[in-house]
């Protein structure tokens, strides 16, 4: 449970525990954790001063207030009270601080130089990082015991170069036509002819292609290797200002808060491996406030209004048209997105703006009545957000590996048969465009709930509650919403392929067909009891049920469906320089680019396109938790913990293609009756390509032990140490809250959405962790040194060691010949994928498993290794930090000078290893490329008064 004491201000004395924790909820308090700002998304619930400021988008990633800001903050786990929604993933409760009858406040400055860090594991020098982060706060009384403002303010300046991106260009040898290396035989895609001694004439190079290697880094290492430096320059403004005013029983609470990020990206004519796009962020977070105290009564009620703009833009000004390709030009000239599959990729990015606004009110009504401490809640968010993109109007070409296929008409061959050759010679595998990206999208979020915390006995506490959480579906403006019902024939869109419905067809709306639910009652029920009188050992237990509603970004894929905005797959196009060459219909977006809320008329054509949708009968996720946790407090202030925490998810939503193009086997008129040229004839519904539907048929489970043990403050030390075994499980793991996809959380196989259920991407069998705080014996001598410089310094330390994340062994190659390109490898029999792991470390690097356990899936698989069968390297990291504190005039001012050391033992943190992405098909299978940050030193100094 959690005592606080309620009014921002002086003047409230009631003390009142509020039942914010369901028994057995895991709360921290006391240190500061990375954003986490998110709620109703199905990941973090955010609350910011009691008003559940719901993100537009419904997504984490907002900004954290200034720490020095923050006056307490609460992190709940598992098995929390009815008053947070849609948040099985974790809660965090954060109050700004208030003013004082006295005024008090504080200057800080963080800096961290490169020139003191370590240097990344695959950079050839350390980073030379300039970062500042500097500003203060203050407040004190307007009217003593009436009126109260704060105030704080935050600046960052981040100037960096990062290297350890290794990614892989031609070699010299290759930029002059010379492939003698390569083992196959290269020859001519367009006419057949082989190439002796795989040489190709530098005349045989694609126009295109010519002029973006001009702009790719040289290597002279035998694999193209070469190491990427990305220059970064940010800067970002924090503003926190709030007003108190206190009368009789009444609080009135104002409060702004104001991010100002700015990233101008980076332009490199030399190096288009650096390109950057700039990015601009502003996000406004207003509230006011109302809270009645008296001995028994409490009332908050709250009303915040939250604006979030996002733009980006690209830092790649050309296009594949100004390269020479023929194409439509974009709006704005640009390079979205290229890639050469294990390889390099550019990535300018595109323009794109991103305006969000909530308003949300709330309030909450606790009571004291004898035994029984009732809480009564409500909260409404009206929530708007709009997008608007250049998305996919540049173009993006991918270079990737494609299934062995004997030469078929009209074209001699797919490829020249390597990777790099196919670059050379202008033969991507895929190139896309599309008219951009516009969705206007309107809702509302409703919550009820009620709690009981009843005290039926001085040793036993039973908390019982009950959340209503009524879902009525967002809405898309302007009829920008599509329903897929195959066999139906739209009388919106006459010329609309059979399957497609819109708005006002029957059974289709603006919702996409997703219907209401108003079956959300989310029971909480928890229960604490103390076994022996002098409440040394405790038993608490919970459970606890969330219906997730999923957020407003669900519907921002039918920013980019047809007839209003259009986006077409061009399966191995003729050449980069005539990709829609011999394409049904010619180029579709010869007439130009229409991004616009003008209607369409009945009679507008439909190119051959992608559409994203929700499946019929689409359900709300819904996640269930329990835990049971015994508590003992030894002699000496010594605390042990064991837990027992679970969860279940249902109706979680995934990705399934629903217009897989099926495998014919066989030979048709003397050629493959499959082959990834022919994907779009062999889909089931002709006239579409990707069908890209959300299912909620998706389930999860989490069981835990978690043990803990913590001795607190004594003789200046406390420390915490936990170790978790747990296990996870499900079909897919990323964006599993309830998001209409974009292709992310895709299923592998859609013909069998279970066939690759197993280990959650995230899953951490085992994880042991422990922080101390040494406050060092300090000295009542009026001796100088003694006094003032050895006394008063304070050290912390915090240890994590965890077994690596689980990943899988993908082909790189869509084998499956389905179209979605997520073919997992088949096992080779007898062969172990394991390598001895006490190996020298430059061989772990260089084979981190054994590629040979592994070949590509056989033609119209998936691929039979299972997914998250391997583990990546393990994670062992100690952050230490000391802090040196000195008071001046009796206390009233204070210096802290501080120092943090982030992993001061250096050691490498190595990711997954290729092959998790790339695949097996990647020269560099198996080796790992990338490591997360080295040493890094941080100082600081902060003035107190």
Known sequence: MNTGTTGPGPGVALQFTYPTSVGGSSEQQGALIPAVNGTRSGGVYFSLDGANNVDAYGVTGGPFPNPDAVQEFRVLTNGYGAEYGSAPGGAVNIVTKSGTNEFHGNLFEFLRNGALNARNFFAADHDNIRRNQFGGTAGGPILKDKFFIFGSYQGTTLRSSVGGDIQ???????????????????????????????????????????????????????????????????????????????????????????????????????????????????????????????????????????????????????????????????VRPEIEFMTMNGFFTINGGSFGGFPRTTFTGSDRLSVIRGRHQISLGAEISRLRADE?????????????????????????????????????????????QADG????????????????????????????????????????????????RPGQKSTVFTKAPTGLLFPGDPGCDSSGGVQPDLHTFQPRVGFAYRVDKKGNTSIRGGYGMYSMQFPMQSFLPFANQPPYVGTTFR???????????????????????????????????????????????????????????????????????????????????????????????????????????????????????????????????????????????????????????????????????????????????????????????FDLPHSFSTSLVWQLPSSESDNFIPKHILSHWQVTGIWIW???????????VDNSLSGVGLDFADRVPAVSPTLDSGRPRGQVINQYFNVAAFQQNALGTFGNSGRNTLRGPGYNNLDFAVMKTIAFNNDKYGLTLRGEFFNITNTPHFTAPTGAGGGISTPQAGQILHARDPRIIQVAIKFNW
């Open 388 to 432: 608007q993109t250049d998305h996919l109007q540049s173009g993006i070409a991918v270079w990737a590996p494609l299934p062995p296929f004997p030469p078929v008409q009209p074209f001699l061959s797919f490829t020249s048969g390597n990777v790099v050759s196919d670059f050379m010679l202008g033969k991507p595998v895929v190139f896309a």
């Open 802 to 812: 965890q077994t690596g994340q689980p990943f899988s062994v993908l082909s790189g």
């Open 168 to 330: 892989f260009v031609p070699t010299e040898a290759q930029r002059a036509g010379n492939f003698s290396a390569i083992p196959n035989q290269i020859h001519n895609p367009f006419t057949g002819a082989t190439y002796a001694g795989n040489q190709i004439p530098l005349s045989d190079f694609n126009s295109v292609t010519s002029k973006i290697l001009e702009h790719l880094p040289h290597s002279s290492a035998p694999d193209g290797r070469v190491e990427v430096v990305h220059p970064t320059s940010q800067d970002e403004k924090q503003l926190t200002l709030k007003s108190d005013y206190l009368m009789g029983k009444h609080t009135f609470v104002l409060r702004y808060f104001l991010s100002d990020y700015r990233n101008p990206g980076v332009v490199n004519p030399q190096n288009w491996l650096q390109i950057s796009g700039p990015n601009f962020v502003r996000w406004q977070d207003a509230m006011i406030g109302h809270n009645y105290a008296t001995s028994t009564t409490v009332n908050e009620a709250r009303f915040t209004v939250q604006r979030n703009s996002y733009n980006q833009f690209t830092g790649l000004p050309v296009s594949f048209k100004s390269l020479g390709a023929n194409v439509t030009e974009p």
């Open 571 to 761: 399966m191995c196009p003729p050449s980069i320089t005539n990709p829609w060459d011999g394409f049904p219909g010619g180029n579709p977006f010869a007439a130009g680019f229409h991004v616009n809320d003008l209607p369409r008329p009945a009679d507008v054509a439909f190119p051959l396109g992608q559409v994203a949708v929700f499946s019929p009968g689409f359900k709300l996720p819904s996640i269930q938790q329990w835990n049971l946790t015994m508590e003992h407090l030894f002699r000496g202030s010594m605390v042990a913990r064991a837990s027992y925490v679970g969860s279940k998810g249902t109706h979680l939503s995934l990705g399934r293609e629903a217009n897989a193009a099926v495998y014919i086997p066989g030979q048709c008129g003397g050629s493959p009756c499959s082959t990834t040229q022919n994907t779009d004839a062999r889909r089931p519904v002709q006239g579409l390509q990707s069908v890209l539907e959300t299912q909620s048929v998706g389930n999860s489970s989490y069981n835990a032990l978690q043990l803990s043990v913590e001795r607190r403050m004594t003789a200046g030390l406390t420390f915490t140490s936990n170790y978790t075994w747990s296990k996870s499980i499900d079909t897919v793991s990323f964006n599993a809250n309830g998001t209409l996809h974009s292709g992310f959380n895709t299923v592998a196989n859609p013909f069998n959405l279970g066939a690759y259920r197993g280990l959650s991407d």
């Open 437 to 484: 990206m516009l969705a206007r999208a309107r809702g509302s979020l409703w919550g009820f709930y009620g709690t009981d915390q009843i005290r039926v006995s001085p040793q036993f506490t039973l908390t019982l509650g009950l959340r209503w959480d009524p879902y009525w579906p967002f809405q898309t403006l302007h009829g920008r919403a599509t329903c897929f």
